[in-house]
């Protein structure tokens, strides 16, 4: 045998040299990815990114709410092409998922949220930035693509003002407004690990250091992390993050800030946290053009009703054609098929595209979306559906309550 012929049969790899590839090599789910993110970050944005509030039971939940279905495929149809696409308020999108908002992205990988926009921008689906972004929506929109913006109405209304005529002037598509914060949710783990803004070099930071050189290398080399679009109510530094939400959320908000945002945003306006079927309808009926069901993932109020769970009551409650995104605990394309049948239009991401952004910037965020869609089109070619659309109608067909151990895996 020669050589060459050896060499094809063993199928070496070559070496990964560079830190991007090796870890993206070994990642094959979101789980791999979040593994990955995990031994990059340190203490304290590990316990950012993954903890909820309180005793952390809507975070569980949110999780085990998607092992409490089943799936009912049906076989022997032809599933060779599948189309993933779908109309997300009133735009084409290649899947039926959004990146919702996070806060703080500069902390979970030095290129933040430049890098999420252009993975979204080369995935084609929407990217949501958020009010507590750590560059700005103008910066931001540079990138392109399908943006939306997550406003939260803060204290000083004239600044809420700007932040919708900033959004409006720099070609954000979408808006959306969360009002699950009259207050903030009591994170235990940032407590803990006296998580602030910006990351404070104590003694334990600096121990840290030896241990995630990498993420410390990358924060120290950037420029300094402030909260880019409210850099003006954005106090002195060294407080935590809820310490500052907590200056900034505002409990006096009613359905009469909506109401002046409904006439302040001409396109697309979606409630993001409105839960209750009441809520869901007075939202329609002031105009909102879809309402995202959320805890916050796990956030906000500890034992919050579950989204996926709340799904088909709030769908029967709003009819069948009112767009409504569900998010909370989805980590795999199987959960996005989940939702689906069960009637959201749409689901928001997020954890899973930080996992992949911790794990390797913008080419991992890219990757959690393309693991997320791939699992997505296999999932409706394993259940016999090829449009989105049919996955919706035959939705009741396809999906089954398991009322068994749902703690098996993630
Ligand atoms: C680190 C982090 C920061 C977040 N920041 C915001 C934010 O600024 N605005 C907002 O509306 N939601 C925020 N959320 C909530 C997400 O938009 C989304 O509702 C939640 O992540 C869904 O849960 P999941 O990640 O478990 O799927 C944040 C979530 C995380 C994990």
Redesign the pocket.
């Known amino acids: 045998m020669r050589a060459a012929e050896l060499k094809e049969l063993l199928q070496f790899r070559r070496p990964q040299v560079r830190r991007t590839e090796r870890v993206l090599a070994n990642c094959v789910t979101v789980d791999d990815l979040h593994r990955a993110a995990m031994r990059y970050w340190p203490r304290g944005v590990r316990g ?2 993954d903890g909820g509030a309180d005793g952390e039971m809507s ?1 569980t939940r ?1 999780r085990a709410a998607f092992r409490n279905f089943e799936l009912v495929p049906t076989v022997l149809r032809d599933v060779t092409t599948v189309d993933t696409s779908t109309t997300l308020l009133g735009r084409a999108s290649p899947m039926p998922f959004a990146l ?5 992205t500069r902390m979970m990988h030095p290129h933040g949220e430049w890098a999420v926009a252009k993975a979204a921008l080369a995935t084609g689906i929407p990217y ?1 930035l ?3 972004a750590t560059v700005s929506l103008e910066d931001v929109a540079t990138v392109g693509g399908d943006l939306w913006f ?1 406003l ?1 109405i803060w204290r000083d209304r004239d600044l809420m003002r700007e932040l919708i005529s900033r959004a409006a002037s720099a070609g954000y598509r979408c808006l ?1 407004v ?1 009002v699950d ?1 009259a207050v903030s949710g009591l994170r235990v783990r940032d407590h803990h690990n006296g998580f602030t803004l910006p990351p404070r070099l104590t003694p334990a930071a600096v121990a840290d250091m030896a241990l995630h050189p990498a993420w410390w290398a990358g924060l120290l080399a950037g420029p300094g992390i402030t909260f880019a679009n409210v850099e003006r109510s954005a106090g002195a530094g060294g407080e935590t993050v809820m310490a500052f939400a907590a200056r900034q959320f505002d409990p006096s908000v009613t359905w009469d800030d909506i109401a002046e945002v409904r006439t302040r945003w001409p396109g697309p306006l979606l409630l ?2 409105a839960f209750s079927p009441a809520d869901v309808r007075r939202a329609r009926g002031l105009g909102i053009d879809a309402v995202a069901l ?1 805890n ?4 906000q109020l500890d034992q919050a009703w579950t989204p996926v769970r709340a799904l088909p009551e709030i769908r029967s409650a709003i009819g069948a054609d009112y767009p409504l995104f569900v ?5 795999r394309g199987t959960d996005i098929a989940i939702a689906l049948a069960l009637g959201a239009t749409g689901c ?5 595209y ?1 996992y992949g952004l911790g794990a390797a910037g913008e080419r991992g965020c890219a990757a959690a979306i393309g693991m997320l869609g791939d699992e997505f089109t296999r999932a409706m070619q394993l259940l016999g559906v090829t449009t989105v659309s049919e996955l919706r109608q035959r939705g009741a067909e396809l999906i089954r309550r398991y009322s068994g151990e749902a703690s098996c895996g993630t």
């Open positions: 950012y990114v975070l949110n919702g908002p996070t806060g703080y949501t958020s009010t507590m997550q939260y959306m969360t914060t993001k946290g959320s916050h993932g796990g956030r998010d909370s605990g989805i980590r928001l991401i997020g954890r899973p930080l």
